[in-house]
C-alpha cells in the first residue's frame, strides 16, 4: 500500500479510541437573535453550545418595557441547544440596553443580532468586556463595513478549522511563489461558494460541509506527511503536486462553511452587497494574519540558531491530521 494510504487510514484508526476528546468547535459562540414580527414585537432564538448550556452561566437581558412570552422548551439542534420565545416590548428597542448576564473572561461570547421590520440589521459580538448593547437607530454605512470586516477576521481566527488548514497549506508549499497563486486559489474559491451561498443560489446541508472542511484537513496533513517520507520518490500527493487547483477545489467547501457563519450574523438589507464583500475582506485579513504569524515564528526560531526536525514536523502533521479525522467521525455522524 502506498506511503499516503497508510498514513491516511491510520489517522482513521486512531479517533477510533478518541472520537470525544476533542470538540469539533471549542469557540463556537452563543445566539440571541431577534426578528421584529410587529411593531415593537420580536420573535427571538436563544442558542448555545452544549457545554456552555450545561453551566447555565449565561442569561439575556432585556429592557424592562419588554416582556418574555410563548417561552419554549430548549430543543437540540446540531451541537447546540436552542429555546424560542417572543419578546413583547410597550416602546422601541432603540437606544435601549440589551445584553448577557454570567459572561465570563474564558467565554467564547454571544452573537447578538436584531432585525426590524425596515430591513435594518443590527449585530454585536457580546463578551466579557462588552457584555450589553446600546441598541443604535441607525447605522452608518461605515459602521456596517468595519463591522463586518471584523466578523470577517473574528470568524477565521476563531474557527480552528480554517487555521489549521491553512497552516498545513503553509507548511506544504512553504515560503515561496507557490504560497501567495496557493492562497490566491483557496481565497477566489471559498469566495465565490461564500457569496453563492449567502445568497441563496447553492444550498448543502451543513454537516456535511463541516464534515468534508475535517477531511480537507486530514487530507491535507496526509500529504506533507506523505511529503515528509517521500525521500525525493517523486510520491507526493496532489496538494503538492498542484496546490493552486487542489486549494481552489477545497476553497469552495471552506467558503460554504464560512456562509453559515455569517448566515447565523445576517446580512443587512441596506448594505447588502458592502457587508458581504467586506466580510469576505475579513476573512482573507484573518488568513493573512495566520500566515504571517506562522512564519514570523518559524523565522524567530532559525533566527535564534535552532532548527526544526523534519521528524518534528511530520509529529505536528499527524497531530493535525488526528484532529481533523476526529471532527469529520464527529460532524457527520453528529458524536
Not at 525525493?232 to 469552495?252: A, D, E, Y
Not at 462553511?257 to 458592502?274: E, H, K, R
Not at 475579513?282 to 540558531?305: C, R
Amino acid at each position: 500500500m502506498k506511503n499516503c494510504q497508510r498514513h491516511f487510514f491510520l489517522l482513521i484508526l486512531i479517533i477510533a479510541g478518541w472520537h470525544n476528546s476533542l470538540a469539533a468547535h471549542p469557540l463556537a459562540p452563543g445566539l440571541l437573535a431577534l426578528v421584529e414580527i410587529e411593531d415593537n414585537q420580536f420573535q427571538a432564538i436563544w442558542k448555545l453550545p452544549n457545554k456552555t448550556a450545561d453551566r447555565g452561566s449565561l442569561l439575556p437581558f432585556f429592557p424592562d418595557a419588554c416582556e418574555l412570552e410563548d417561552l419554549q422548551a430548549p430543543v437540540a439542534v446540531g451541537t447546540g441547544r436552542s429555546q424560542s420565545f417572543k419578546l413583547h416590548c410597550t416602546e422601541p428597542l432603540f437606544e435601549r440596553i440589551i445584553g448577557i448576564k454570567g459572561i465570563g473572561p474564558g467565554s467564547s461570547g454571544v452573537l447578538l443580532r436584531i432585525q426590524f421590520l425596515d430591513g435594518q440589521i443590527v449585530h454585536q459580538m457580546l463578551g466579557s468586556q462588552t457584555s450589553q448593547l446600546i441598541i443604535p437607530s441607525k447605522q452608518s454605512v461605515g459602521t456596517i463595513f468595519a463591522q463586518y470586516i471584523w466578523l470577517g477576521i473574528e470568524h477565521l481566527l476563531q474557527g480552528i478549522d480554517h487555521v489549521l488548514f491553512v497552516i498545513t497549506l503553509a507548511i506544504l508549499v512553504g515560503w515561496r511563489k507557490q504560497l501567495f497563486w496557493t492562497i490566491t486559489l483557496f481565497t477566489l474559491g471559498h469566495s465565490v461558494t461564500l457569496t453563492l451561498t449567502a445568497l441563496g443560489f447553492i444550498q448543502f446541508p451543513v454537516f456535511f460541509i463541516e464534515a468534508m472542511i475535517a477531511l480537507s484537513i486530514a487530507w491535507a496533513a496526509a500529504d506533507v506527511i506523505r511529503d515528509n517520507v517521500s525521500d525525493g520518490n517523486n510520491t507526493s500527493g496532489l496538494l503538492k503536486k498542484r496546490p493552486w487547483l487542489m486549494s481552489g477545489g477545497f476553497g469552495l467547501l471552506h467558503g460554504m462553511g464560512f456562509a453559515g457563519a455569517l448566515s447565523a450574523i445576517g446580512l443587512p438589507q441596506q448594505a447588502l452587497t458592502l457587508s458581504l464583500a467586506a466580510f469576505n475582506i475579513g476573512i482573507e485579513i484573518g488568513q493573512l494574519l495566520v500566515i504571517a504569524i506562522f512564519f514570523a515564528l518559524v523565522y524567530a526560531v532559525y533566527k535564534i540558531g535552532l532548527t526544526i526536525p523534519p521528524r518534528l514536523k511530520t509529529a505536528a502533521c499527524y497531530a493535525i491530521g488526528v484532529v481533523g479525522a476526529i471532527w469529520f467521525w464527529q460532524r457527520l455522524f453528529g458524536l
